[in-house]
């Protein structure tokens, strides 16, 4: 498998290089060169596979002369030792729970996913690389638990000071060892700037070899595929008993999680249609309705971790569908709803179902439920991609609940916090090259 460049689709490289890189050189984002199809075989067998099974089958195709099988085995049994229940909510409804990781983010599946494949190339090469990360909360915690300990990969995190939840500025910054928490006097906007600006100066590209563990970086994107192919292990005999239609709404920021989804989908998996929903902070639904692509400056919303106004993955959605709006259409649509929905749902939800959703998933439930209307013979999945408990606040106070605190959280909020300091892109260059 080649990737090649989206800017640039001349430009190719292998797995191990795009890993690397994180992006083209041209500023593109590696996509595929194709997109592999599962046998029947595999789906008729998927019940009585382990989740590693499946996951060997699903990413071989695309590390395959990179990686040996006996090493994505390692990495995947590193990856995937926790569990991703489908939830049931009705006779056609369910809720998919991707929080049952280190850190309770979905993200905790990418991000060590990457963090193994990077460990595994840093080991050859006996160099090292930096990660370089701007988190609004979620990633950084996932990339810094992903990341401990993996030889050869130092990861520095910026955060924006005083604008990430207790419980994500502990994730962050207590873990020492090869991870450092820098905090940044601004926004998450300044964190992700200065990034960028490092990631284009000479005087630091020269000594160190940075990469980013975002989205855009292959290895965190493509594993998310295993929760569609995972959630569909657990549905497949009640999909054949009642016939009906599978399909997901997806949580949605950067557009990673749903993009991998429809990758899945492209690879065979049966699911009839996609549903990205989104908050205010609406783009995509807008692109829907008007075919005009037109970024904005990100408002904030309490599912803060889809507050995106430039969703970076798009394009990569755009490819799949040969840059088609009607060709899109036939398989995805994307809605958007308000903070004032959102806390209504999750209110709906606890009521009708007794069960408590995030923000996030709430979004997600409302995207399904405006779908289902009006499309009555399919069984809908959405994505719960955080415990209710890293949204404490408004969740408790949304509810008039008071959630128990698991214990992994209980740990972590007893260490002592360790971070730098910093004011401006000077002091992000002087620490880089200290
Ligand atoms: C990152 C994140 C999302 C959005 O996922 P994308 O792949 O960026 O669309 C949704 N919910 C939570 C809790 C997240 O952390």
Redesign the pocket.
Known sequence: MKYFSLQTPSHTASFKEAVIQGIAPDKGLYYPDHIPVLSPSFFNQIEKMSPVEIGMEVMHPFIEGVLSKGELRKVLEGVLDFEFPVIPLNEHMASLELFHGPTL???DVGARFMAQCLGLFSEEKQANVTVLVATS???GGAVANGFLGVAGVNVVILYPSGKVSPIQEKQLTTLGQNIQALEVSGSFDDCQAMVKTAFLDQEITQHKQLTSAN?INVARWLP?MLYYFLAYKQLKPQLDASGKDLIFS?????????CAGMVAREMGLPVKHFIAATNTNKVVPNFMETGTYLPKKSVATI?N??D?GD?S?FVRILEMQQHSLAQLKKGFSSYSFSDAQTKKAMKEILKKYAYTA?P?GAVGYLGLESYQKEHKNTYGVFLE??HPV?FLEVVEETLGQTLTIPQKIVEVLSKQKKATKINDYQGLKAFLLS
Do not use: E
């Open positions: 983010a979905f993200k909360g979620d990633t989205s998310q997806v949580p949605s920021g950067n557009f990673g999680n749903i599912s971790a889809m995106v969703p993955n995030d996030h991609t955080a890293k």
